[in-house]
Every structure is written in structure tokens, then in C-alpha cells.
């Protein structure tokens, strides 16, 4: 069972809308969650990294939160923009566990 | 400042040959870490280097082995390649362990 899970698989929303994904993890111990954005084709770009002690941190439109305690976290993208259609990948630790990503499509 | 550089960004290659991959860090960062990426098992880590030193290592077989330079630039080596090899491989860097890493753009490998 991956150690890092996110939900929901893929998400389809209007322009302008707001939405929050998910990511569960049973990591131990934890050392910090990384947030990333992956265009089709193209490497991952960093959204936000945040260590246990971090409960939130925002990235312009990407809002992450961190709950240590009951091991989640969430992405939540403001206003959205046809330019967020992407993956969203949820990552645990320096050793990088991932989770399968969030495919989000932007319709107008 | 330049980013990440990752050479080839495409190679096709036959079941049994052997590959090598070349990524070029951020001036200034020395931690590479390299993963692999298919539709089937997403993204995988498979090794960090910092300061020409192995520091982590992912579930991979020995076929896949790594190298960090003195100057910083890290190649990939995969041997005997198998088809289930055939991934986009992407390199990342940070100026250290634990601090946030910056992506290249990947190299696509199709083992035929």
C-alpha cells in the first residue's frame, strides 16, 4: 500500500472556480511535504514545501495546509486558470515517497 | 541563472544494450536526485547524490547505478535494459538535501 495517498484521482472544473486536493500519508517519522505542479511533457515545479511545524503556506493562488497530527494535507488553488490544468503530485520526506498525483483539467 | 539540463531529452534503445543519462544542477547546487516516471507506477525515486556521495537510494534493481562529479553534473547508467524500463527520467537539484528541488525537463527512453 503507497504510503502517500491522494484524492481525488482527477478532477474536472470551470474557470474561475476553487478546489482542494487531497493527500493522506502514514509516512513515520515525517520530515516535510512538498507540493508540486507537472505539465504534460514536463518536469514537476515546486509549489510549496512545508515541514511539520508549518501549518500553512501559500504560492500566489496555491494555498497548502499541513496537519501533522492527523497526517494530512491539502492544495487549495484560488480562482482557478485554464494554465492550472496539471498534475498535482503530494510528496513525503527527503527520500521522496510520492503520491499517484491529482490530474486537474480547467475547462472554460 | 540556468536551470536544470538534462541530456538527451530523447533515445530509443534495444532490450539488453545499456543507457546513459547526463543532468547538469542549477550552478550552485550540489544535491542531484534522480527519478523515473511511467503511466503505470508515477513518479519513483531513484538516487540522490551531494557532494559526489550517494545519499539515498529508492527501490531499484542494481542495473540502475548513478554518478555525481566534482563540478556536480550526475550521469544515470542503466544496464541490460528491459522493456518495462522505458520511463521519462527526471533529474532534480537543490543546494541540498531536504531543501526544495528544482526539475529538469526529462529524458524520454523507449527500450524497444
Known amino acids: 500500500k503507497n504510503q502517500v495517498e491522494q484524492s481525488p484521482q482527477s478532477l474536472i472544473i470551470l474557470e474561475g472556480k476553487n478546489c482542494t486536493l487531497q493527500c493522506n500519508y502514514t509516512v513515520s517519522p515525517f520530515s516535510n511535504l512538498r507540493w508540486y505542479k507537472q505539465d504534460t511533457g514536463r518536469g514537476p515545479v515546486s509549489l510549496t514545501i512545508m515541514t511539520f511545524s508549518e501549518n500553512t503556506k501559500s504560492n500566489g493562488r496555491y494555498t497548502a495546509t499541513l496537519d501533522a497530527d492527523t497526517k494530512q494535507s491539502s492544495l487549495h488553488i484560488t480562482a482557478s486558470q485554464l494554465s492550472d490544468s496539471a498534475s498535482y503530485i503530494c510528496?513525503?520526506?527527503?527520500?521522496?515517497?510520492f503520491g499517484a498525483g491529482t490530474r486537474l483539467t480547467v475547462k472554460p | 541563472k540556468a536551470g536544470v539540463t538534462q541530456t538527451p531529452r530523447y533515445l530509443i534503445k534495444t532490450r539488453g544494450q545499456q543507457v546513459t543519462l547526463s543532468c547538469s544542477p542549477i550552478?550552485?547546487?550540489?544535491?542531484v536526485s534522480w527519478y523515473q516516471q511511467t503511466p503505470g507506477q508515477g513518479l519513483q525515486f531513484l538516487f540522490e547524490?551531494?557532494?559526489?556521495?550517494?545519499?539515498n537510494k529508492g527501490n531499484f534493481p542494481g542495473r540502475f547505478s548513478g554518478r555525481q562529479f566534482s563540478n556536480s553534473r550526475s550521469e544515470m547508467n542503466v544496464s541490460t535494459l528491459e522493456l518495462g524500463d522505458s520511463a521519462l527520467y527526471l533529474c532534480?537539484?537543490?543546494?541540498?538535501?531536504?531543501?526544495?528541488?528544482?526539475f529538469g525537463p526529462g529524458t524520454r527512453l523507449t527500450v524497444t
Open positions: 532534480a537539484s537543490s543546494w541540498r538535501t531536504g531543501l526544495e528541488q528544482y
Open positions: 550552478s550552485g547546487h550540489r544535491s
Open positions: 510528496v513525503v520526506n527527503n527520500d521522496m515517497r
Open positions: 547524490y551531494f557532494s559526489e556521495t550517494q545519499r
